[in-house]
T-cell receptor, first 114, second 113 residues
Framework: EAGVTQFPSHSVIEKGQTVTLRCDPI?????LYWYRRVMGKEIKFLLH????????ESGMPNNRFLAERTGGTYSTLKVQPAELEDSGVYFC????????????FGPGTRLTVL | DQQVKQNSPSLSVQEGRISILNCDYT??????FLWYKKYPAEGPTFLIS?????DKNEVGRFTVFLNKSAKHLSLHIVPSQPGDSAVYFC????????????FGKGITLSVRP
């Protein structure tokens, strides 16, 4: 069974540019999560999809961040326009159900905004 | 306000000895706790979990203890092996809710051969 995959693995952009991160969850996993880890700090929740619906987006920092999950399969997270403080590692995770909460994480996308 | 705290940033132990990683939480609503292990340039990997209805869960060399009254949990690794060297994250959630995980900052464990 393939794990959670994320693309790209690294992205370096200038302040003000747009970046789109992609996550492919494990097949059959209805739940998809985005998290972010800023250097040296804890991993923080951004949002949660159940299939194509946003269940909780309370962790999204501001309206420069837009997440979608068309068709309930892969998800994208767009940052537009990017700011310096958006730098960090963005993790995607998926789970089959929320009963026991064992989420499987992808390798992350390291975003650097210059 | 950090709801899950891992106050020790690092721990170094000798191979074969016990590693004890500690975690404290403040939110009484948390009822499910997990430990994740993370190697550089990889995502966190699920290690072991415990529900608040239990006080101990053991899987192989890994045991998690939960003390609800103290809002404290710990991960014991016995015996420690060099391959256990990684960053360990404690995480908590409210089971059955939206299930988002709240993480601590992580502890870097180094196991010396």
């Amino acid at each position: 069974e393939a794990g959670v995959t994320q693309f790209p693995s690294h992205s370096v952009i200038e302040k003000g540019q747009t970046v789109t991160l992609r996550c492919d969850p494990i097949s059959g996993h209805d739940n998809l999560y985005w998290y972010r880890r800023v250097m040296g700090k804890e991993i923080k929740f951004l949002l949660h999809f159940v299939k194509e619906s946003k269940q909780d987006e309370s962790g999204m920092p501001n309206n420069r961040f837009l997440a979608e999950r068309t068709g309930g399969t892969y998800s994208t997270l767009k940052v537009q326009p990017a700011e310096l403080e958006d730098s960090g590692v963005y993790f995607c995770a998926s789970s089959r159900d929320i009963s026991y909460n064992e989420q499987f994480f992808g390798p992350g996308t390291r975003l650097t905004v210059l | 306000d950090q709801q899950v705290k891992q106050n020790s940033p690092s721990l170094s132990v000798q191979e074969g000895r016990i590693s004890i990683l500690n975690c404290d939480y403040t939110n009484s609503m948390f009822d499910y706790f997990l430990w994740y292990k993370k190697y550089p340039a990889e995502g966190p990997t699920f290690l072991i979990s415990i529900s608040s209805i239990k006080d101990k869960n053991e899987v192989g060399r890994f045991t998690v203890f939960l003390n609800k009254s103290a809002k404290h949990l710990s991960l014991h690794i016995v015996p420690s092996q060099p391959g256990d060297s990684a960053v360990y994250f404690c995480a908590a959630s409210v089971a059955g809710a939206n299930s988002k995980l709240t993480f601590g900052k992580g502890i870097t464990l180094s196991v010396r051969p």
